[in-house]
């Protein structure tokens, strides 16, 4: 069995917003790593990420180094800065080894917050950089692949640049649960679904601080990690269930990534439920109807709605009975401080769940999502 995680990650450097890959007309404008005390910080329109304190505090993508000295937030961490920041892809792969992984799906660091900046073409720019970089480090590498980011502001340059990533070579587009303050069932967001579905490519859907009007409540880290981070997530699993997206992309697959699956129960019950009640509604009160055609489970038994499970999430065999073996899917979150070591072989090692579960997690879903 080949071990695929599905949700790895990259922490971003300078060099990934160098002359080779940024836009020359932003390159005045490129984000740059500040060092404060022992920590270190990305610099975009003279604002700092990430924002341990104040309103909206979050965590993101934090450099790993500044001017090579590693920082007291990545001092912990086993791997070398030439694998967090795949200075060295060679370097990544002796981890990968060491945790029985043999292929990795690569998302980003610095872009699980939103929004960077309010310039809508910088952040695009940003993007495309982001994109062009990551294809030239991982070229070449079978077991590294990877997904695209595009700005969900810029719709026109969302679409072309999920063209773009195709031909680079993605497997997958990221959002987050939220295009900032709009949910994804925004019609306005349809062509960049649309683009998706048309190149072939899996719709991510990863946890992150995307929703200002949500994460601007807390002024408390530990509280805007669980509910400003996790959240928007959930509400990004409505809005794709609920809102009419899969009917008109009935082949798009999708995957819900890093909330672990826990949560499926609950929201998919409580949609089941008010699809019942907004129906009825709609004999009515036409508009208070329900945009999807079916209710929730219609579209889970369709087999393109995927979710990555924590390896100790104590409801993982209730979620399989739920969704079926065949959509869960196993990320590994490293090189994340936060991640649990040594995933895989805990996974391996559980007792109450089958072998041939195990071996459609760990290889034959997370294979037939990304198209390997």
Not at 2 to 19: K, L, N, Q
Not at 96 to 102: K, N, R, Y
Not at 243 to 266: K, N, S, T
Not at 269 to 294: C, N, Q, V, Y
Request: net charge negative; glycine share 6%; aromatic share 10%.
């Amino acid at each position: 069995m080949r071990v695929i995680d599905a949700d790895a990650h990259v922490e971003e450097h300078e060099g990934t917003f160098s002359d080779k890959y940024l836009d020359p007309a932003f390159r005045h404008q490129r984000p740059r790593v500040v060092g404060v005390d022992d920590l270190a910080y990305w610099m975009i329109d003279e604002q700092l990420f990430p924002r341990r304190l104040g309103r909206n505090p979050h965590n993101l993508g934090n450099p790993s180094n500044y001017r090579g000295r590693r920082t007291w937030f990545t001092s912990t961490k086993k791997e070398s800065l030439e694998s967090l920041d795949l200075l060295d892809p060679a370097a990544r792969l002796k981890d990968m080894d060491a945790e029985g992984i043999d292929v990795a799906v690569l998302y980003p660091g610095i872009f699980v917050a939103g929004p960077l900046t309010a310039s809508r073409p910088l952040a695009t720019a940003l993007c495309a950089a982001y994109n062009r970089w990551l294809a030239d480090t991982v070229a070449g590498q079978d077991r590294l692949r990877w997904a695209a980011v595009v700005n969900f502001d810029d719709v026109p340059a969302a679409v072309r640049e999920v063209r773009e990533a195709r031909r680079l070579g993605a497997v997958a587009v990221m959002t987050l649960g939220t295009a900032g303050d709009r949910l994804l069932d925004d019609p306005a967001l349809l062509p960049v679904f649309e683009a998706i579905a048309g190149e072939d490519l899996t719709l991510a859907v990863h946890v992150g601080w995307s929703c200002p009007a949500l994460s601007n409540l807390y002024t408390d880290l530990y509280q805007n990690t669980v509910i400003g981070f996790l959240m928007p997530l959930l509400m990004g699993y409505a809005a794709l269930i609920a809102g009419g997206v899969l009917d008109r992309f009935p082949d798009l697959r999708v995957a819900f990534l890093e909330a672990g699956c826990q949560w499926i129960h609950f929201m998919t019950e409580r949609l089941e439920h008010r699809f019942i009640f907004a129906s009825l509604m709609a004999k009515r009160f036409p508009t208070a109807g329900p945009k999807a055609a079916h209710p929730p489970m219609e579209y889970l038994r369709r087999g393109n709605i995927y979710f990555s499970a924590e390896v100790e999430d104590r409801l993982l065999p209730e979620v399989i009975e739920l969704v079926g073996e065949e959509q869960i899917i196993f990320g590994s979150d490293m090189p994340h401080g936060d991640r649990e070591p040594f995933a895989a072989r805990a996974l391996q090692e559980r007792r109450d769940l089958s072998d041939a579960a195990k071996r459609k997690i760990l290889e034959d879903n997370p294979r037939r999502l990304y198209r390997l």
